[in-house]
């Protein structure tokens, strides 16, 4: 659900995440806890509420009265806000026909630009962009204060794109249609109000649009169920229906394959966050598409592709979790008409190690590149389809670090000059991003754009280590060691971690931990725990529901081995997570305190009896459990933080941090939370941005003051002379 942005701690969403006898509070093997009778502080959930919102502004100002105070704190935030304005960043495109689109944002434009310009143009030190848009000028002429939430365009010609914009930052976005070439919203074109809508153009004057028809037409997670045949001109009252899911689904979806030659229509219900079902336009009729529920699966021209999260057998054979699978499209379908999918010849594109995982993979037009994970580290396969049968190629690319490719071929192009390109970007913890074009077969790379370092790496290090689980789990983990430091247990060290919704924790350039954190002194230590998707499905599902306090041992068995190796210790040692992670240091740190001296918990889930009532929160339910079942509940409340803060125990001092515009993890978990802490008497710190959704921020200048805010609190807690919070916080707001 998130991850730390380019320029230091401050989260960013995503859909988006192991050893000395030490005393513990055993929080997981306490009984399970009847849910209370009433919430005393349920009148934080009210978003908007008047009270509430005079709540937040209180602990607004009490926080940032104290973490002003580090004399630091103004110069750290102007440096950060630097460095996320800055021109040498990379500017990450998208190819749309002979264009390269990119947004941009920097200090004259805080909103941002969409603009482009063509390969040869962007191959250049200081390309001369074309603007498209200007989000800048057009929040201020309509008195909005418009986010970028992209674009959605109609290829092979590109012209007619459907923007998103979302106010402050809310996943819940207004669709509008644009003509890139007139730079203008077309009058009386495609035009949705603000919700959590999906739009797929079928031609330039239809498309599938899902989005909030009126009562009934979403799904208890917020997101729309009913898909719509919208005809241009036509009322969308008057849209025909053509699928539906079920109201406990999380959402439904139309997918178009375009392809000449290979076009394909079909919908797609996810009944949870993991399972899903599909159908096939197949002439007049809906034809299923056999696959197990887990799976993911996709059409490549003449072949299908699917990806297990499970193991399947199939024709007498037993495919393990996370192996990628391909069929002749013609094959599959014909198995599936008939009713003998076990008769159908798969190829094993990738196979898993208990080493080696697949990340994800993509397609240029006649091979399929695979990205994978060995121990964490970024890895790049081909598989290349020539006269009917697949031959495999490692590519050679710079490591240990991290890798992400991004095809550039355009199959609605008969003939595309860039029909075998990619985009293959690499960094670490030490290296700062690279750009370069890429051609499937080859190991020739162009280089394209390179970031400048933002500081002076010299004498740093990094190293891979690994802690011991409580039931006995090898877990890796990332050190970045700052220059100079050395293992006497007296490093003021931040913990970062994850653990859930397969998402990986993998090796990223920041240039604001280097300029706030390490230049400083701090080491930064990223947990890969299980929950999230290092080593593949198995890691993930490992951690799932009644088994997600392993997620929770892990993590604290990563303190432990910090401890016991003398890289930190407690009263050094910080944690920080955001969304599932701001769950994990929440339940930690009610769960093993005497660990650590600080803890950063941004936009988290933190009212586990609650979660799936507030807003995308039912969808999650797949990850966690439904906490109205008993059986659930059960070990729910056994780590729920909510439920399990306690009056008269040491905590370490806690920063909350949250958007009043998150409309994906509620801000009142946080709230809540906070407000119950500091009526217990513990030293809790709450600040609510009112703009920037699941983010956190809705522009550079926000993200940088609350980074800022985030480094300045770690440093009075953590520092050498660090300056900590009272332990007597002030009198929180009456309830």
């Not at 009944?271 to 159908?279: A, G, N, T, Y």
């Amino acid at each position: 659900m998130f991850q730390p942005d380019a320029a230091g701690a401050a989260p960013a969403p995503d859909r988006s995440l192991a050893a000395p006898a030490v005393a513990s509070n055993a929080a997981s093997n306490s009984a399970p806890m009847a849910p209370a009778a009433e919430d005393p502080w349920l009148w934080l959930e009210d978003v908007q509420g008047e009270r509430a919102l005079a709540w937040a502004r209180e602990r607004n100002g009490a926080t940032r009265e104290r973490l002003q105070a580090w004399p630091e704190f103004a110069g750290t935030r102007d440096a950060l806000r630097a460095i996320l304005d800055s021109r040498a960043r990379i500017p990450s495109v998208v190819r749309r026909g002979t264009w390269f689109y990119n947004f941009w944002q920097d200090a004259t434009h805080p909103r941002g630009l969409l603009r482009r310009a063509t390969l040869n143009e962007y191959r250049q030190p200081e390309p001369r962009w074309e603007t498209v848009l200007d989000l800048d000028a057009l929040a201020r002429a309509e008195g909005e204060n418009w986010v970028w939430g992209g674009a959605n365009c109609l290829g092979p010609e590109y012209r007619r794109c459907m923007i998103s914009l979302s106010r402050g930052g809310a996943d819940a976005k207004v669709l509008r249609e644009f003509d890139v070439v007139d730079r203008a919203f077309v009058s009386g074109g495609f035009n949705l109000p603000e919700a959590k809508s999906a739009f797929t153009w079928i031609d330039a004057d239809t498309a599938f649009v899902a989005t909030d028809f009126g009562a009934g037409s979403m799904t208890d997670s917020g997101y729309p169920r009913v898909i719509k045949r919208w005809k241009r001109g036509q009322p969308l009252r008057d849209a025909q229906t053509v699928f539906e899911g079920q109201p406990r689904d999380v959402s439904a979806w139309a997918w178009v394959d375009r392809t000449p030659g290979f076009e394909r229509t079909g919908f797609g219900r996810s009944v949870d966050f993991w399972r899903s079902e599909m159908v096939l336009l197949d002439g007049e009729r809906r034809l299923p598409l056999a696959k197990p529920a887990d799976a993911r699966l996709a059409f490549w021209r003449t072949h299908v592709v699917m990806d297990l999260k499970s193991h399947w057998t199939a024709g007498g054979r037993t495919w393990p979790a996370g192996t990628l699978l391909a069929a002749p499209a013609g094959d599959y379908l014909a198995a599936v008409r008939a009713g003998k999918l076990d008769a159908l010849d798969w190829t094993a594109l990738f196979t898993p190690t208990p080493t080696r995982s697949l990340r994800g993979w993509s397609t240029t037009r006649t091979t399929v590149l695979l990205s994978v994970l060995d121990d964490v580290t970024g890895k790049l396969e081909e598989q290349r389809l020539h006269d009917g049968r697949w031959t495999r190629r490692e590519v050679r690319t710079p490591s240990p670090g991290t890798l992400s490719v991004s095809p550039l071929h355009d199959p609605l192009l008969a003939d595309d000059p860039l029909q075998e390109a990619y985009l293959l970007s690499y960094t670490d913890f030490l290296t700062p991003d690279s750009l370069a074009l890429g051609r499937a077969g080859s190991d020739m790379r162009e280089p394209l754009k390179a970031r400048p370092a933002f500081f002076d790496a010299e004498g740093m290090r990094v190293e891979q280590l690994f802690a011991t689980s409580k039931d006995g789990t090898r877990v890796p983990y990332f050190v970045v060691w700052p220059r100079g430091a050395r293992a006497d247990g007296e490093n003021p060290t931040l913990l970062y971690g994850y653990g859930g919704f397969r998402v990986p924790q993998l090796p990223w350039y920041s240039a604001g931990f280097g300029t706030a954190w390490y230049a400083r002194g701090g080491v930064l230590v990223v947990a890969n725990i299980r929950g999230g998707g290092e080593y593949g499905p198995g890691w993930h599902q490992a951690a799932l529901r009644e088994n997600k306090q392993k997620s929770y041992d892990d993590f604290a068995a990563v303190a432990e081995d910090l401890i016991a190796r003398r890289i930190t210790s407690p009263h050094r040692l910080g944690i920080q997570g955001g969304s599932n992670g701001g769950l994990l240091v929440g339940a930690v740190m009610l769960q093993r305190p005497e660990l650590f001296g600080a803890v950063v918990c941004s936009v988290p889930l933190l009212d586990m009896q609650r979660y799936h009532r507030l807003l995308a929160g039912a969808s999650w339910m797949a990850e966690y459990g439904n906490p109205d079942k008993p059986e659930d509940w059960a070990f729910i409340s056994r780590y729920s933080p909510y439920q399990n803060v306690r009056a008269g125990t040491k905590l370490p001092t806690v920063l909350f941090t949250t958007s009043t515009r998150d409309d994906r993890v509620h801000p009142g978990h946080a709230r809540k939370m906070a407000a119950r802490m500091l009526e217990q008497g513990h030293a809790a710190l709450y600040y609510e941005n009112m703009e920037g959704g699941h983010g956190g921020a809705a522009d550079n200048a926000q993200r940088a003051d609350l980074l800022a805010l985030e480094f300045a609190f770690l440093w009075q807690q953590l520092g050498p002379k660090r300056a900590r919070v009272p332990a007597e916080p002030p009198r929180p707001a009456t309830r």
